[in-house]
C-alpha cells in the first residue's frame, strides 16, 4: 500500500543555534521524511525572527510546497504537529555564563551540563521542558517530543517522574560525535556502519563493543587509536572544531586510561580530571563566551546575509550529527524502521546492577511506539560506582525542585564527584540561588 504521508514538525527553541542545520537536514532529506508543514516556536520572538526570516527563503527556494511559520503562540505553535524537537535553553547564554563562572570563582569545574553549573541549569530547565510537553499534550496528543534541551539527565529523570506517559524522548548528540569520529578513524563513510554497546548516563557513559556489520570487532584499531590521540581526527575533518572541543577530544586518551576495556564519553572529563580542568579554564572568558564569539555569530551572521541577499542559494548552513540524529530518529518512529539508536530512558533492567528507576542512556530499537530498550548487562564495578553516585546527584537535583528544598540541593552538590566538601558547595549554592532568583523554585 502506497504510503503518502507528509509530516508535521515543530522546532521548539526556533531561536537556537542549531535550527539553521535541523532545517537544512529537513530540507534535503524530503525523499524519506516529506514535510508539509514546518514550524518555530520560542518566547523570544525577536532571536527567533532572526533565524525565520533566513528559513523563510530556504524553504521557498527549496521546497515551497512546504508550509512554514514561526510564532511565539503555544497554541498555534503546538496545533495539527506530529514530531516537536524541543531545544530550549531557559536562562539563554547569560545564565550559562553563570553556570560556568560561579563554581569556577569557587575553584570548581564551571560547565553547562556538569557540576553545580548543570544541576542549575538543571533547576531552570525542568519547567520549560514540562511547559512544553503540556501543550504537545493539549493541543497534539499524538505527536512525538524528541527532545535535546539539557541537561538532559536532569530534564529526564524529572518528566520520568512528572509526566511518565509523556511521548518525550531525551536524547544527546554527543555519542553520535564520537561516533562520527570512530567512523572517520577506522577509515569508515558514516557512523550508521557501525554497530555498538554504550551504556551510562547523559554525558557519562561507555562503549563497551564497537562492530562493522559483518560483526568483525573494531573495539582493538579505535583503542590503539584512541589511547594515543583520544577522538581527534585532526587534519580537514577538525578544521572548524573550537579549541576547547580540541581540547577535550584530546583528553578523552587519558580518559580511556583508567578503564582500557572500554571506550569513553568526553564528559567524563570532567569528573575524573576535575584539577586538570580548573587549572586549563579561564573563569573571564568560559565556553559561553567562545559560543557567543563563534557559533552564535557564524549562525545569526548567515541569517544576516541570507536575508539581506534575498536569497539562500550559496548558505554555508549544512547538516551536522546534531541534525542528521534528530531527524533519522523522527524517520525512524514515522517508518517504523527499529533502527538502532542511543537514547536516555528510564532503565528498567537495561543495566541490570543499576537502580531501574534511574534514567541511563543504552541503545534501544525505534518504532512507531517509540524506543525499545537493549539490556546492556552488568556495569563493572567502576562503572556501577560511578553512576550511581552521580544518579543520586542527579535525583536530588530533581527533589530539591520538587520539594523546593535547599538541603536536597546542598546534598546533590556535596555528592557531586567534582566539588571537594559541603563547606565549598554550600558557598556555590548560595551564589546560585541569588544568581537563579528569576528561575528557581524558592528554596525552604
Ligand atoms: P540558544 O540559546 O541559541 O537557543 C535556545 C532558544 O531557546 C533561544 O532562542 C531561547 O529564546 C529559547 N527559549 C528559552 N527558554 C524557552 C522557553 N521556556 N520556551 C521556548 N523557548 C525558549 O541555545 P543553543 O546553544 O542553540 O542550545 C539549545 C539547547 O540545545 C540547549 O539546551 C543546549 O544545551 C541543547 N543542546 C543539546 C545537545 C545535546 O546533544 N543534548 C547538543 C547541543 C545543544
Ligand atoms: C554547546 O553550546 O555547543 C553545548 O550545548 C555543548 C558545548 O559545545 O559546550
Redesign the pocket.
Known sequence: QKDDRKFSVLIAGGGSTYTPGIVLTLLNGLDKFPLRKLKFYDNDGERQKKIADATAILVKERAPEVEFEATTDPKEAFTDVDFVMAQIRVGKYAMRSLDEKIPLKHGVVGQ?TTGPGGIAYGLRSIPGVIQLVDYMEKYSPNAWMLNYS?PAAIVAEATRRERPNSKIINICDMPIDIMDRMAAILGFKDRNDLVFRYYGLNHFGWWTDVRDKQGNDLMPKLKKYVAKNGYWVGGDYDANTEKS?EETFKKAADVYKLDPSTLPNTYLKYYLYPSWVVKHSNPNYT?TDE?EAH?QKLVFGECKRIVEAGTAKDTEFKPDEHSTYIVDLCTAIAYNTHQRMLAIIPNEGAISNIDPTATVEVPCLFGSNGPERLSMGKAATFQQGMITEQNSVEKLAVDAWQEHSYTKLWEAFSLCKIVPDAGIAKDILDDMVVANKDYWPELK
Open positions: 553547562e539539557n572541543w565556553r559560543v557559533r
